[in-house]
């Protein structure tokens, strides 16, 4: 656990971005709290939280040390893209603990604020097959092989079983309602504009995958109709897709894969600048 002088923190928002950015993640938003809010509920947290404090205050202050504190629990995700087997999305968990520490000592007493990971992280694996299927509302089409208090495993084809978390899929699955899969993943910051393009050229070939011959997007050429179209199947609206590809023009040319060109249309963005 690190220990830093002081009270960093006031309120869960602050201890939230206040763990972000001991995660190296500070540019992700805060609102992606809620579709992990189910790992900083385990019970066995608070037991954890009760020795790392203790172990990291008497080392530093002595045995002696009486305390008291104030704490929260942060789950940080990290995304990593996968298509050596099977392409898949996996998104790897770690529970922060932040904590305002009342330290007496014999001498004095202070305010210092804890902070540093706590439990072992947990990996969830999305296959692009799963993902579809939650954008297209038709997770009933894979068979589940096992269900318990917390978790849902499913048989997907061509995968290992699927076990996510009961909340985490009803979660994204709402949120998937009302926003596209790259908003959505631009809401993790910079690691998910880096995978955005690869996930979405996955889903885009899933969503053409029962056409006749169908031509690779590696292969076909880019026109405006074409990207446009790419793009409402990636569930934008049509007014937004048109806009995000006349943002992209200027970059744009008639030599272009239409591969190469959803990936820069989806590195450019929301109107901000391509990375």
Do not use: C
């Not at 040319?253 to 959803?262: K, S, V």
């Amino acid at each position: 656990m690190k220990i830093l002088p002081g009270r960093q923190v006031k309120n869960f928002t602050e201890a939230i971005e206040f763990a972000f950015y001991e995660a190296g993640v500070e540019d992700m938003s805060s609102g992606i709290f809620d579709l992990f809010a189910w790992f900083a509920g385990v019970d066995r947290l608070d037991s954890e939280a009760d020795k790392a404090i203790s172990a990291a205050i008497r080392s530093r202050y002595g045995n002696k040390t009486s305390w008291r504190e104030e704490r929260w629990f942060v789950p940080v995700p990290k995304l990593r893209y996968d298509g050596q087997d099977i392409p898949q999305l996996i998104i790897t968990v770690t529970v922060y603990l932040v904590a305002v520490v009342f330290v007496r000592t014999s001498d004095d007493s202070r305010r210092v604020t804890l902070v540093g990971t706590i439990d072992k992280p947990e990996k969830l694996i999305i296959p692009m097959l799963l993902l579809n299927s939650l954008m297209e509302r038709s997770l009933g089409r894979f068979a589940i092989v096992a269900r318990d208090v917390g978790y849902t495993t499913w048989n997907i084809p061509g995968a290992k079983p699927v076990r996510l978390p009961h909340d985490f899929v009803s979660q994204l699955s709402e949120m998937l309602e009302f926003q596209s899969i790259v908003a959505w993943l631009l809401e993790f910051g910079v690691q998910g504009r880096y995978v955005a393009p690869l996930i979405m050229g996955n889903l885009y070939g899933l969503a053409f995958r029962d056409l006749t011959r169908p031509v690779p997007a590696s292969r076909q050429m880019m026109n405006t109709d074409d990207l446009v179209s790419a793009l409402e199947n990636m569930a934008y609206p049509a007014t937004e897709a048109r806009e995000m590809v006349q943002r992209a023009s200027p970059s744009l040319n008639a030599d272009m894969t239409l591969e190469e060109a959803i990936r820069l249309v989806l590195q450019t963005g929301k109107g901000g600048n391509q990375q």
